[in-house]
């Protein structure tokens, strides 16, 4: 059931090989402690998420090793980006199958090293075991806040504007190319945009730059990762509202217009297909001028798609106003 | 690669059902949000850790869930312990076969909300995705202690005493029972002492009630969970310091002693074999007295095995005072 190792472990050198040097952080204490030390500036409070990535269901075994490691951190810090929190560092749970390769682990430990320091989120301490299953990649993620000033899902008002960052759909479409050799020709993309699409699935880009912004003037939000339709739907549960989206509003990118020009049905993956890694947010009329101005400051484009409504549901309207129809409206693992 | 469902997802269904009860903590928000705040009390920091068990490596498939939810949240509450920190709320990240059952989830449910109450460690959020792999559990647990009290692997020097709470090599002792059906006829075991070795591998007992006391008096602590030669070679490497350990004074229970009469290379697997989960601490010999008497006053059993010296390298004394050596000196997974 387990191995045995002299002197300092083979689990202690693989820490000390690859782990140590992200860990520069005082309170991880060189990762030679039980645990880590992190104290919030005063009046500030923290904020705690986790997401775990498993092989062959996450990303591709044969995915780059550093992109693996940089999707597991960068789907933490989406989360905290979409509660206004700043990024104060992690803790890495990580089992690994026994023919994993130090040439994976170089890449791993060189992914995760870049967007630790790129995201001023440091490596604060973790765990590493075998597993006789695919590698699975738990991140726990920690930001802090003013205290109070966490943006929850729950704040949304009918009347409240709702607006997404970047491009949707993108990334559920990357990951049909990887699933369907044949889709790339057939939606007729030329090879920058497949190049495009395949890079949205293999590594989202967290928006945490418009972290504070978002705390200062949406009332509600969340990283939209099971699909728009679904993710949307659970922000006006949870919220007590309910939610009217232009659907021709919601922002695509070139390569997603072109393919979604030759099959319509395309419409259906890209407000469910999930993987996005954008915000969605709900905002106060007044603020939307705000928030615009915030997220053009910082190079992240923001789109109004639709409002918050009184009467329960949410509601994809076409452009002629009718109310659009999905088989299912967001993943789910169960 | 993933499965999609309509309206809430099975598993916003599954969080609902078995987590949700057990999120009471006000900063859980009831687990509907992407992130759950967590506050530390003024002049307090916060104290991290992190741990993940997985099926066939840290557990048996047959394992009751409810210990095996314990022994995850377990394993963690131990870190906290020898650290001297308060235990604040844990995240779950659990990756689940599809095979798994409701009565598995439910006994999962009920243990960890066991122990989430027993030990006044909140569940404050988590992650639940499909694995083709092995149950996996990745528990990041938190705790609270007056800033910079924090007990480190660290702190220990020439002259002090090394202690540990409770009993050595019980755990490792029960592996072996499961492993190895014919051994605790070998070892004479009555089935008092077979069940209660079973259980010790089952389900650790972290040593929680003490953790105020290690902060007010331990120079160094870590917890015992690679086996105790090990994991003392490591506090001392961290120290910058040796130790002697006389072998005779290592607390043993009746059911290791006996196994140990018949066969006395089990020292080995005892000294070694980990997941102890018990508290090895270097305490000044001045406080060795109230130690000791924090430790009765709680109910937890504290022996003094032996003392830091200058000279490094670990030496195991015999009855004789003759260094033993073994050709494993802790567990690893690589």
């Known amino acids: 059931m387990r191995r045995s190792a002299n002197g300092p472990s083979g689990e202690d050198r693989l820490i000390a090989r690859y782990f140590k040097p992200i860990a520069r952080h005082p309170g991880a204490l060189g990762l030679g402690d039980d645990a880590a030390v992190l104290r919030p500036p005063r009046g500030h409070e923290l904020v705690l998420t986790t ?7 996450h990303f591709f075994f044969d995915d780059p090793p550093s992109a693996v490691a940089r999707k597991a951190l960068r789907v933490n810090l989406s989360d905290l980006a979409a509660k206004g929190a700043k990024p104060a560092g992690f803790l890495l749970s990580l089992a690994l199958p026994a023919d994993i390769t130090p ?3 170089d890449g791993f430990a060189r992914g995760l090293a870049s967007d630790a320091r790129g995201y001023s989120c440091p490596l604060l301490g973790g765990d590493t075991v075998a597993t006789p299953g695919p590698v699975t990649i738990s991140v726990a993620a920690f930001g802090t806040l003013p205290k109070g000033t966490m943006v929850r899902r729950s704040g949304a008002s009918a009347g409240h504007r709702l607006v997404v960052t970047g491009a949707i759909g993108d990334a559920a479409l990357g990951l049909r190319l990887r699933q369907d050799r044949g889709a790339a020709k057939r939606w007729k993309l030329d090879p920058g945009m497949r190049r495009y699409l395949a890079a949205r699935y293999l590594l989202p880009i967290p928006r945490n730059v418009l972290a504070g912004a978002l705390r200062r003037h949406a009332s509600a939000a969340m990283d939209v990762s099971d699909g728009l339709a679904g993710d949307l739907a659970k922000l006006c549960r949870i919220s007590g509202v309910g939610a009217e989206v232009e659907v021709a509003r919601v922002p695509l990118s070139k390569a997603a217009r072109a393919a979604l020009g030759v099959e319509s049905g395309l ?3 890209i407000l469910t297909g999930g993987d996005d890694f ?3 947010a709900a905002v106060p009329a007044k603020s939307v001028g705000a928030l615009n101005a915030a997220a053009r400051a910082v190079g992240v484009p923001l789109a109004e798609i639709g409002r918050v409504v009184k009467e329960k549901g ?3 309207l076409d452009a002629e106003g009718r109310v659009m129809h999905f ?6 693992h169960f």
């Open 51 to 57: 997401d775990v990535i498993v092989g062959g269901v």
């Open 103 to 105: 040439e994976w682990l």
């Open 267 to 269: 419409i259906e993956t």
């Open 278 to 280: 954008e915000i969605l």
């Open 314 to 316: 949410t509601r994809l």
């Open 327 to 332: 088989a299912h409206v967001s993943f789910s």
